[in-house]
């Protein structure tokens, strides 16, 4: 098992720049890909940005690319989502997940074995 702990959320003005952190533990040396998901109020949890645990390989959210930055410290088994320039429509519970099955950078949350609790994010105009 994989326990996840988020952090780093909170109010920001809209062109303004957040750091989330991801803090894995437990049986972490299972860990193939980390991802970060958001949900919106009344809406589905969607995809923000994944990452190969091993080799660094990324991808993004089209509504994300060029904002947000995914990135890991596997010394401290930590994933990091910065995000730069962010808009009103950003704002959502985010939320940090693990795949244990492959290195497969999925895009669909049932495709991801662990989670953390999430962090809000809200983004003012």
């Known amino acids: 098992q994989v326990q996840l702990v988020e952090s780093g959320g909170g109010l920001v003005q809209a062109g303004g720049s957040l750091r989330l952190s991801c803090a894995a533990s437990?049986?972490?040396?299972?860990?193939?890909?980390m991802g970060w998901f958001r949900q919106a109020p009344g809406k589905e949890r969607e995809f923000v940005s994944g990452?190969?645990?091993?080799?660094?390989?990324?991808n993004y959210a089209d509504s994300v690319k060029g904002r947000f930055t995914i990135s890991r410290d596997n010394a401290k088994n930590t994933v990091y989502l910065q995000m730069n320039s962010l808009k009103p429509e950003d704002t959502a519970v985010y939320y940090c997940?693990?795949?244990?099955?492959?290195?497969?950078?999925?895009?669909?949350?049932?495709?991801?074995?662990?989670w953390g609790q999430g962090t809000q994010v809200t983004v003012s105009s």
């Open positions: 997940s693990c795949r244990t099955r492959d290195t497969r950078l999925a895009l669909n949350m049932r495709e991801y074995d662990s």
């Open positions: 437990g049986r972490t040396f299972s860990i193939y890909t």
């Open positions: 990452i190969v645990w091993s080799t660094g390989s990324t």
